[in-house]
């Protein structure tokens, strides 16, 4: 099925992770030309750069909660492409340790919503700043089933991935249709979200590998099984084209195997008669 992506200029933040890498990978499948950004990791950008033969691609260093430094992303990317298409935000961050709100201090709070928040109303609002320029453009937020189910231990993370999956999504696709309208030839900007579950990356491969978490991960799941990186690649691909996609926004697709929920209590925590 044609994409219609070839040659689409498609910037991706947070290229170099887990999920960011499968983005990056399958919108190269599609010959679009691809800005990644990266905080951190050069060395691993550099490696995929190289194992995808992405030789027009751009790899641009920036810390996404710094305003300047956002404004510095888009900017090299414009002045390389002379466009930009697709944004497919991606970058966040969280503290990976539980830590219940009771015990959570301000700075975490702030940090993690700068990570996950603030980064991405910087990223989207210099990406609309150019759609208002091209009349054209369509973007792709990650969030995660934190937004749709919570995540106790992680109260902050939660709070900033439901603002983006609901508030921030819900809202923008209104905005982005008056910046980039609709005409005969052009379905107009869109903007999805896509909430992933549990998935395979690099950071939590070590804690999939005890049995005991996979089945309490994986009986929440009408499929289960543990997601990997492609299956978040394939839905980003889908959403950012105006051919397969033109008449989808605002939408927020979770891709967790049907999962409903978490287990609150493991088996053994439970009393029966008191229930």
Known sequence: MNTDLAEKVV???GASGGIGSAIVQKFAAESAKLALQYRRSHAQI????????????????????KEAQVKRLFAKALSHFGRIDTLVANAGSWVTEDIPLHRMSL????????GV????????REFFRIVAKQKQGNAVLISSTAAV???????????GKAAIAYGLTRTLKNEL??????????????????????????????KLRDARIIKKVIATMALPQIARPADIAHAAVFLSSDTLARHITGQTLTIAGGMEGRWLWQPYEVDPTLA
């Open 11 to 13: 910037l991706i933040t």
């Open 46 to 65: 550099d490696a995929l750069r190289r194992v995808l033969n992405l030789s027009d691609s751009l790899t641009i260093q920036a810390d996404l909660s």
């Open 107 to 114: 700075g975490q709070w702030r940090q993690t919503l700068d």
């Open 117 to 124: 928040l603030t980064t991405t109303f910087l990223t989207v």
């Open 149 to 159: 189910f919570g995540e106790a231990g992680h109260a902050d993370y939660s709070a």
């Open 177 to 206: 249709a008056r910046l980039a309208p609709h005409t005969r030839d052009y379905c107009g900007g869109r903007i999805n979200c896509i909430c992933p579950g549990w998935t395979i990356v690099p950071r939590n491969k070590a």
